[in-house]
């Protein structure tokens, strides 16, 4: 008979945060700064999370040298540069620091956060056992509040569950550069992780379900991204049902690196096969074994919101917006809450608007912000929706000789500000965080006609987008 795990002390903080992405990092921090207040964060993985590790910081440190390569080979009097495929894996591996925690954990510390590894779960108001990598159980007590953080999980169809297929973790940590890869999914997972492995010399081939690209954004971005791919040597194939898969010799031979011999796909297009197969079709709120059912609730309640007052959930587990940014200002708000509630101070006012910004890294970028103009319709809103090419200003069309994309804004009629903003071309990141303050902000559109852009820069495409709204839109209402 095994031993019977063993119980270390019981440790009783303020604040105990199930997971240690940004998320749960930045809901720690702000629920005890400046204050005597205590938290523990519980991590049975890498602290810093899928973002620091797995998604945001490996997909851009190999996606912006493939940019800067792209933008060489159009751009006369400049020598096109060749890409350095083990010096780009070498700057992946340094930004994700050679997937070692010790600095985060040191951050966490050095801020008076506790570290918990293990896998905590909930055994009643307020209570947390954690297991421990070595099997041992510790019991956690919080006097304030329990924050589930703990994150997302891919979503693999039932047809594709036995090829030990590709995710998206093995996309960012490529080792091994399969020479032919099948690309499940349309959205930006999928879009950029065809992007870069295109640059690193595979034979991509991307089978949509949907009629285009990204379909939550304006279509014009779809299909600026689905022409850019093309012009890398992806195929995009859309309209297509994946209905069967199998592999030869499949097996788990570690992050990255090719799981086995040659995939066959059948889908309602005929039979595809390829070295390696990509799943892309989306993300779910990790929220299983977290014993919910010890205190009456099921994942439901947690992405629905209807949690206790001491208990909050943040960032991907919430069913919010599975975006790194958003849940670190959904963690920044929570924390500050938990904090004010602490000491009785005065919680800080809610954004009377609520606008999420995204930004797709591939070529061109997609950066948006808000309501497409479907969506707005769908809404029952009266809106008016203007769009001009991407180069349609000095400053983007000087970026390169062959300027890519559009960007269209979304306002409404009677309010006279935007709703949305969408911009596709080079460089599009660095517009939508004007969109974001504007939206925020409620700024009448007569009122941005005064922000003057720079000349010539890209934010001169303001002055022509704001140009093309009808003039009763223009003027202050009354």
Not at 15 to 29: D, I, S, T
Not at 262 to 284: K, P, Q
Request: charged residues 25%; contains cysteine.
């Amino acid at each position: 008979m095994a031993p019977a795990p063993t119980m270390t002390p019981d440790l009783e903080v303020d604040v105990v945060v199930l997971g240690g992405g940004p998320v749960g990092e930045n809901v720690a921090q702000y629920a005890t700064e400046d204050s005597d207040l205590t938290a523990a964060i519980v991590e049975g993985e890498l602290m810093g999370g899928e973002c620091s590790y797995y998604a945001c910081m490996p997909s851009k440190a190999l996606l912006r040298p493939v940019a800067v390569a792209d933008v060489t080979t159009d751009l006369p009097g400049v020598t096109p540069a060749e890409l350095d495929r083990d010096a780009l894996l070498r700057r992946r591996d340094d930004w994700v620091s050679h997937y070692d925690d010790a600095g985060q954990v040191s951050w966490a510390e050095g801020i008076g956060i506790d570290v918990i590894r293990g896998h905590g779960r909930l055994t009643g108001e307020r209570t947390v056992e954690v297991t421990t990598p070595d099997g041992a159980r510790r019991r956690l007590r919080a006097r304030r509040a329990v924050v589930i953080a703990t994150g997302s999980e891919p979503q693999v169809p039932g047809t594709l569950s036995g090829v030990q297929a590709w995710g998206s973790r093995d996309a960012t940590g490529v080792r091994e550069v399969p020479g032919s890869l099948l690309v499940v999914g349309g959205g930006v997972v999928a879009c950029e992780a065809a992007t870069w492995m295109a640059a690193l010399g595979a034979e991509v081939t991307m089978l949509v379900r949907g009629v285009g690209l990204l379909s939550r954004l304006e279509p014009s971005a779809g299909a600026a991204v689905a022409d850019g791919l093309r012009r890398l040597g992806v195929t995009v194939e859309t309209g297509v049902d994946v209905e069967s898969a199998d592999r030869q010799d499949p097996r788990a031979t570690g992050l990255g690196r090719v799981h086995g011999g040659s995939v066959r796909v059948r889908t309602n297009r005929g039979e595809r096969t390829a070295d390696e197969i990509l799943v892309a079709t989306g993300r779910r709120p990790r929220l299983d074994d977290l014993g919910l059912e010890t205190i009456g609730l099921a994942p439901d309640d947690v992405t629905s919101g209807a949690l206790p007052a001491w208990l909050h959930a943040v960032g991907d587990a919430s069913g919010e917006a599975q975006l790194t940014h958003w849940g670190k200002y959904r963690a920044r708000v929570v924390g500050a809450a938990i904090r004010a509630d602490a000491l009785g101070d005065e919680r800080e006012p809610e954004a009377p608007v609520i606008a999420v910004p995204q930004v797709v890294f591939t070529e061109p970028q997609v950066a948006a912000v808000g309501m497409t103009a479907a969506q707005a319709k769908d809404a029952g809103d009266d809106t008016v929706t203007v769009e001009i090419p991407f180069s349609g200003a000095a400053g983007t069309a000087l970026l390169r000789d062959h300027v890519p994309g559009t960007a269209t804004l979304v306002a409404d009629r009677a309010r006279r500000h935007l709703v949305g903003a969408t911009f596709v071309g080079p460089d599009a990141a660095e517009l939508v965080h004007a969109a974001t303050i504007a939206i925020v902000g409620q700024v009448p559109l007569h009122v941005l006609r005064h922000a003057v852009p720079s000349y010539p820069t890209a934010s001169e495409l303001w002055l022509r987008l704001l140009e093309e709204f009808p003039r009763e839109l223009r003027r202050a209402g009354r």
